[in-house]
DNA sequence: CCCCGATCTTGACCTAGATCAAGAGCCTGA
DNA sequence: TCAGGCTCTTGATCTAGGTCAAGATCGGGG
């Protein structure tokens, strides 16, 4: 019997278990995410750990335009992202769709819903991505006992305030130019913090969901990545890019 | 006597107190603050009441132009506006200010200061207006003893980035006028909801202010808002707004 | 009271980016 | 393997709203 195919057999055997499949592989814990200094950056005792493990589930990963939840839900968790990537977005009564947020490794979705208990974003993943589920009810209840834990939530729901402000300020004001260079600025500054390479990289989001983040069309987008690739501030190819001179494009971002 | 007229009687009565309340009773306690439902809709107890007294402070109204905190100051505390109103806003280093926000009585501002310990935009009084300083190490102490009011807190962040969320939307996508509309449109809710005049209302911002939030210029302002006047969609004084035809605003807003 | 600077309005013109159109790579599933 | 539908690119044209300019109006200080 060839490897091939014992590894077909105990691919088949895991799917028929999905559900043991996903508690042998995505258990790993708290303690030991290599995200974990970067998505919970508290100074957790043991005991703490311990208890924020109980409470946070690893389930499948998502495959590429599966949904994590949808707008209208009913709001339950928030969600810390593994690996991968998600986008978050609304959709107009009139169709458009606004991306709110890209999500990456170590980010967390989800707080909008809390105001009303229920979602007003959709999330959806842009490639394979594998979520921790924080059920919010107990993670409150641990909260209660644990200080550092109940300020940190708090610091991230500030963040993204602070970071929904920096896209306010962007939208407002600032020419195609200058969102498509603030826009890679950040995502180069996300993938340094997660210690990739952050000049060398693949967009996990298409054309079309950049202009709807940054609210332009998806032929401009086309046409000012072209621009930067000819001026060689970058290296374009399809969906890698390459940054080439970060100070200009830090420059026209003027962020 | 219409019923009509009794109701604008009644809302400039209500204006009237806050006024007079602003200049003179800004000292009172939570328990009897006519805001209290709204600004905090929680079960409290009694006892729970007392204590969330004990931490707030209710200091001198500020004058026009005033600031309530500046860009980098030190984050120590969150603000519930009693009276009055005021701008957030962040500047640019090209020298652009961008607003991110109008706050009105029972609104509370501040929350960008968790997340980094400073302010990462200023607060300025558009006219006289009281607010109540909740200084945050003792919210965050008691709130340990009150589930709550945690929740409460958490909820209001939470309705802050979802009301980000909105104003996202309608920068990336929404026409000119649409967006005036639809900050007509807000505005009048909001005042609904202090049981004042949500058709008649004084504009406490300037038109610049105005352009400055919605990603316009002065001119598009002031001209769309002669063209709605023209329409007899509006009633445009100066400042002083009527809305005439709210189904046709809320149409053009599209929202 | 008037003066001065800020705010607001209106008009004429211009431009960044939208829209429309067409074609070239691509994945994907039959 | 190919067909059909995506995504992406590039060009030609159009237009909403920005920019510039000039007054009008308002409000606060002397």
Chains 1, 2 share one sequence.
Request: glycine letters at 6%.
């Amino acid at each position: 019997m060839g490897e091939a195919q014992v590894n077909s057999q105990a691919a088949k055997f895991l799917e028929s278990l999905a559900v043991e499949s996903s508690a042998t592989r995505f258990n790993d814990n708290c303690s030991n995410c290599r995200l974990g200094a970067f998505c919970l950056p508290l100074a957790l005792r043991h005991r703490e750990l311990d208890e924020l493990e109980r409470i946070v589930q690893r389930s499948q990963p998502l495959q590429r335009g599966q949904h994590l939840f949808w707008e209208r839900d009913e709001f339950q968790a928030v969600y810390a992202v593994r690996s991968g990537s998600l986008k978050a977005y609304q959709t107009s009564h009139e169709g458009h769709e606004q991306v709110t947020g890209f999500y990456f490794p170590g980010e967390i979705l989800g707080f909008d819903g809390i105001g009303t208990n229920f979602h007003v974003s959709s999330a959806q993943a842009l490639e394979t991505a594998s979520v921790c589920t924080i059920p919010f009810d107990a993670f409150e209840d641990l909260s209660q006992e644990m200080p550092h834990l109940q300020r940190h939530l708090m610091q991230l729901m500030s963040r993204e305030i602070a970071e929904d402000h920096q896209l306010i300020a962007l939208l407002s004001k600032a020419t195609a130019e200058q969102r498509m260079s603030a826009f890679l600025i950040g995502l180069s500054s996300r993938r340094g913090r997660e210690n990739l390479s952050a000049t060398k990289f693949r967009l996990s989001m298409s054309r079309i969901e950049i202009s709807n983040y940054l609210g332009l069309t998806v032929e401009t987008v086309s046409r000012i990545l072209s621009r930067l690739h000819k001026q060689k501030i970058l290296k374009v190819d399809k969906r890698e890019i390459e940054i080439l001179q970060k100070d200009v494009l830090k420059e026209t971002a003027g962020f």
